[in-house]
C-alpha cells in the first residue's frame, strides 16, 4: 500500500523524515500533492503493507495519514 503522510509544520516534518526512513526504507519526503491543502506543504511518501506501523509513526510527529485509492489519496481514519 502508499501511505501519504502530511505534518503541521516543516520542523516536524523534517524530524519525521529521519524516523520513517529508519523504519521504511523507501520512505521520501516529498512536495504536498495539491488536492491535499493542509499542511506546511511536505509530506513523507512510503510503500509498506504495515499500515499499523505507519498510523504510530505518523502519530509520533503529529502527522495526518493518508492511503492511495485508485490514484487518489484518502485520509485513513482509525
Known amino acids: 500500500m502508499t501511505f501519504l503522510i502530511s505534518f503541521p509544520s516543516t520542523k516536524l516534518a523534517l524530524k519525521a523524515e529521519k524516523s520513517f526512513q529508519k523504519q521504511f526504507e523507501d520512505s521520501r519526503m516529498i512536495p504536498l500533492p495539491v488536492q491535499i ?3 506546511c506543504g511536505l509530506a513523507i511518501l512510503t510503500e509498506t503493507e504495515d ?3 505507519v498510523w504510530e509513526l505518523g502519530e509520533e510527529f ?3 495519514i493518508y492511503w492511495k485509492v485508485g490514484g487518489e489519496y484518502q485520509q485513513l481514519e482509525r
Open 62 to 64: 503529529s502527522g495526518t
Open 37 to 39: 491543502s493542509a499542511s
Open 51 to 53: 499500515k499499523q506501523a
